[in-house]
């Protein structure tokens, strides 16, 4: 089973996991559950960030963080995925990205997990607008190695 989000709405990472774990409840083939959780930073390239605007391709980007992770469950033999991911407008410490998978064993939950993340990281059409503390904003040009 795998769910995709794409929201504006702020999340806690925590609670979505549990209430996704909730529904997982009769899945008793899963012995490992790997999880990140991603959060806005106050600082970048030096800078000190205040904000960030995180846009994205509504239609493509669902479509291409669910293809991702439908290769990571079949490559890996996952039991279940849960990625979600924000846009608009956040304030550090905000979560940004949550990716959890369910296996039988921990290498392939482990490994799934970082694929999907580093994955998306690098391959999913977002982009993010930082406001810096002076004001000024500017357009991310790469994205930080993972």
């Known amino acids: 089973?795998?769910?995709?989000?794409?929201?504006?709405?702020a999340f806690d990472p925590?609670?979505?996991?549990?209430?996704?774990?909730?529904t997982q409840a009769a899945n008793t083939r899963s012995g490992a559950t790997a999880v990140f959780v991603g959060t806005m930073r106050d600082f970048n390239e030096g800078d000190d960030v205040t904000?960030?605007?995180?846009?994205?391709?509504?239609?493509?980007?669902?479509?291409?963080?669910?293809e991702?992770?439908?290769?990571?469950m079949e490559k890996?033999?996952?039991?279940a995925a849960l990625v979600v991911h924000r846009?608009?407008?956040?304030?550090?410490?905000e979560p940004i990205?949550?990716?959890a998978v369910w296996s039988a064993h921990r290498a392939a939950a482990f490994a799934a997990?970082?694929?999907?993340?580093?994955?998306?990281?690098?391959?999913?059409?977002?982009?993010?607008?930082?406001?810096?503390?002076?004001g000024s904003v500017r357009w991310v040009e790469k994205n930080t190695q993972g």
């Open 1 to 9: 089973m795998i769910h995709v989000e794409v929201r504006e709405a």
């Open 14 to 22: 925590w609670q979505m996991l549990s209430q996704w774990q909730a």
């Open 51 to 66: 904000g960030m605007f995180l846009e994205h391709y509504p239609g493509m980007t669902q479509r291409q963080l669910t």
């Open 68 to 72: 991702l992770t439908q290769q990571a």
């Open 76 to 79: 890996w033999s996952l039991d």
């Open 87 to 93: 846009v608009g407008e956040l304030t550090p410490a």
């Open 97 to 99: 990205v949550l990716v």
């Open 113 to 134: 997990c970082r694929e999907i993340m580093e994955t998306l990281k690098h391959a999913a059409p977002f982009w993010k607008r930082e406001t810096l503390a002076d």
